[in-house]
T-cell receptor, first 114, second 114 residues
Framework: AQSVTQLGSHVSVSEGALVLLRCNYSSSVPPYLFWYVQYPNQGLQLLLK??????LVKGINGFEAEFKKSETSFHLTKPSAHMSDAAEYFC????????????FGTGTRLQVFP | KAGVTQTPRYLIKTRGQQVTLSCSPI?????VSWYQQTPGQGLQFLFE???????NKGNFPGRFSGRQFSNSRSEMNVSTLELGDSALYLC?????????????FGPGTRLTVL
């Protein structure tokens, strides 16, 4: 069985500040892990993915995440927030044998203040 | 290349009615997955079709069904609508044949059940 827990349904940061969105996973098989972003009235866009290669993964828009097996974590970070980063972010997991079924966390809404 | 398209974008129905939603995948993609997004339950996997066959299924009642056509377009149907079926329904497509297949999401169909 697989599951994802996102700590904090809302995160607020000032423009230029560090963004840290937390994700912990549980998986009975080696996982693939993903971060998606959703802007209002839009679908999901893939930010980055971990598929058992490098544990530090760089994505689009300056985001990156580090896979830590010992902590079962895959936290998303960005060194300097931009107003355009305001959106909802979802962490997701799939099994390496069934990548077509994504299990999502409950999402974290990021607000960026000027 | 055109992205995943979903029609209609918005739909209003009443309890007891049935509804059909349509998804056209990215050209060349053979796998289509459906997800339900609600404020209470978050993003939940409904089912996935590959080459006209249901390959994965989530934990939804039999009122939720789908199919895929030979051109990879997919439809999902919900019969005997309930108020709790109000949600954003997202469709995602991928190539379907590799070890890892990135999911590309459409903008969704927002269904309101009155």
């Amino acid at each position: 069985a697989q599951s994802v827990t996102q700590l904090g349904s809302h995160v607020s940061v000032s423009e230029g500040a560090l963004v840290l969105l937390r994700c912990n996973y549980s998986s009975s098989v080696p996982p693939y892990l993903f971060w998606y972003v959703q802007y209002p009235n839009q679908g999901l866009q893939l930010l980055l993915k971990y598929t058992s290669a490098a544990t530090l993964v760089k994505g689009i828009n300056g985001f990156e995440a580090e896979f830590k097996k010992s902590e079962t974590s895959f936290h998303l970070t960005k060194p300097s927030a931009h107003m355009s980063d305001a959106a909802e972010y979802f962490c997701a997991v799939s099994g390496t044998y069934n990548t077509d079924k994504l299990i999502f966390g409950t999402g974290t809404r990021l607000q960026v203040f000027p | 290349k055109a992205g995943v398209t979903q029609t209609p974008r918005y739909l209003i129905k009443t309890r007891g009615q049935q509804v059909t939603l349509s998804c056209s995948p990215i050209s060349g993609h053979r796998s289509v997955s459906w997800y339900q997004q609600t404020p209470g339950q978050g993003l939940q996997f409904l089912f996935e079709y590959f080459s006209e066959t249901q390959r994965n299924k989530g934990n939804f009642p039999g009122r939720f069904s789908g199919r895929q056509f030979s051109n990879s377009r997919s439809e999902m149907n919900v019969s005997t609508l309930e108020l709790g079926d109000s949600a954003l329904y997202l469709c995602a497509s991928n190539g379907g044949t590799g070890a890892y297949n990135e999911q590309f999401f459409g903008p969704g169909t927002r269904l309101t059940v009155l």
